[in-house]
């Protein structure tokens, strides 16, 4: 009898211990603006925890919907530099077992590792089949490649739990805009910008009704410079090129209406609405 409930805690030391998959952020509370997560209005029904690890090192925090096949939101902290994109697309390991490994893989590496089939991999995740053959629409950050340095942290957003369907031309246009020159501006004399990046899930589908298509994209951020702390918001319909600006409290009382789960906070407090 002792024997066996030695084994039992033993098996649930090694759960805790492999679980980048968990019930909280609190291996990768850095990349909020004072370890404060977003509250509980955004949550699922279905949800998945996850501390991006590639590399043995942590690159950004997800929220992901196992039923929508989406994320929720991605939350990193804005340092753009060289590198290169990946040629790979990752999954989550852990979504298909908590023992296996911490860090994102590929399919074929995790088919190998494991001996799991692709229809295991994509029974709680999005897999490259699920983005085959789409028409009009993209495979779309919520953390963009262009918004990290170095090659391991761009790499680590190729990951499908960090990817939304996204209409192409928005995604190419405006949204784009959005990434690359307006936070080029908006960063000005910030010492540190936090980012959060989320979709709202829509009525459609891809790949069979597999993948959610969101209705809408939205980011905020909120930035300490030497003297103040700042924010910025947009949000996107997903099929307008088109990227409107608004308040943090604007944006936070738009996810509130569409989302209908309770009042949306993105971040700390500190942060001015």
Known sequence: MLKLLLLQVLASCLWLGHSEVVTSFASCLKFFYGNTTPGNALEPQNPAWICQRYKNQYHFATLYDRTMRIPVYSAYIYSP???NRS?????EPQLINPS???????????????????????????????????QGLD???????????????KWATFTLTNIVPQNSTLNKGAWKD??????????QGCTTTYV????VPGNKYISN??????SHLWSAA??????????????????????QNLTLAQLEARLTTLYRKGNVSLFHSDCPR
Not at 196 to 199: E, L, P, R, T, Y
Not at 209 to 214: F, S, T
């Open 139 to 153: 495979r779309g950050h919520l953390s963009p490649s262009s918004h990290r340095s170095g090659n391991n942290n």
């Open 81 to 83: 530099g060289p590198g």
């Open 100 to 134: 296996f490994s911490k860090d994102m893989d590929t399919e074929i590496s995790i088919a190998n590792r494991y001996k799991v089939t692709p229809q295991q991999i994509g029974q709680s995740q999005a897999i490259n089949q699920d983005y085959k053959k789409l």
């Open 209 to 214: 009704k597999r993948v959610n298509v969101p």
């Open 178 to 187: 959005y990434e690359n020159q307006m936070m080029a501006q908006l960063t």
């Open 196 to 199: 959060i990046v989320g979709a």
């Open 222 to 243: 909120c930035c300490q410079t030497n003297t103040i702390r700042k924010t910025w918001a947009v949000i996107a319909e997903n099929n307008k090129n088109q990227v």
């Open 87 to 91: 040629t790979s697309w990752f999954v």
